[in-house]
């Protein structure tokens, strides 16, 4: 299956399309300006954790329909969801801790509001650091420089997505060192994580939230 969206192509490699049935959304947005801080951003954070405390407890969290289909694919995966969280329940869990909501920079902050409101996992690359036609498929012993880490791993079997030359992300829940979002990134491309049982219509209204955060507070022009 191949798509494209503005001047990137993304495939799902067939071996993927057989075992999983799977959803993506994606967006380019160009001309965005990253900063460390915004103190609009800062206030946003407040109204959205507002939000979560009074829709969420951690009592009940666990019940949540959208979370537990994250939680099940990770266990497809192969991953203990109690011990890595998939990406939007381990950041509204932090809000319902009384923990504050991370700050990287502007560009992440809003694509990971966008993850807590709408409870779908997303990430974000350095459009301008991508080669090539993006593919979602099970790695075979390749190389991996998560952000934050050190040294490469060795990747084999996980779902990954890869531009032609590098791994970009192990999906739906590690983005790569090489393509991450910095102060000086330009244009973004913006992925929008499904798994099975969660519909077309949740993830595109997810994408949408995501690019109306991201172009609120780091301008930019989104490309469907």
Same mark, same amino acid.
């Given at each position: 299956?191949?798509?494209?969206?503005?001047?990137i192509m993304i495939t799902i490699h067939p071996s993927v399309l057989s075992k999983f049935d799977l959803g993506i959304r994606y967006s380019v947005i160009k001309g965005v300006r990253v900063e460390e801080e915004s103190d %609009?951003? #800062?206030r946003f954070k407040e109204t959205v954790a507002d939000e979560i405390r009074k829709k969420y407890t951690l009592e009940t969290i666990k019940d949540e329909d959208i979370f537990r289909k994250y939680r099940d694919f990770f266990w497809q995966l192969g991953i203990d969801p109690t011990k890595k969280r998939p990406a939007a329940e381990a950041l509204t869990r932090r809000i319902l801790q009384g923990k504050?909501?991370?700050r990287v920079s502007t560009l992440v902050d809003?694509?990971?509001?966008?993850?807590?409101?709408?409870?779908v996992p997303m990430g974000a690359f350095d459009l301008d650091r991508l080669d090539g036609v993006l593919t979602l498929?099970? %790695?075979? #012993?390749?190389?991996?420089?998560g952000i934050g880490m050190s040294e490469p791993v060795v990747i084999k079997d996980a779902l990954v997505v890869s531009d032609e030359k590098k791994l970009i992300a192990i999906y739906p829940y590690r983005d790569a060192d090489a393509t991450k979002i910095t102060l000086r990134t330009k244009n973004v491309f913006l992925l929008v994580?499904?798994?099975p049982g969660v519909d077309e219509e949740t993830l595109e209204k997810a994408k949408t939230v995501a690019e109306?955060?991201?172009?609120?507070?780091c301008g930019g022009i989104s490309h469907k």
């Open positions: 299956m191949l798509k494209q969206c503005n001047d %609009a951003l #800062e504050p909501i991370p809003s694509y990971n509001l966008a993850s807590i409101k709408t409870g498929r099970f %790695a075979k #012993e390749d190389e991996f420089i994580c499904g798994v109306d955060i991201i172009t609120t507070f």
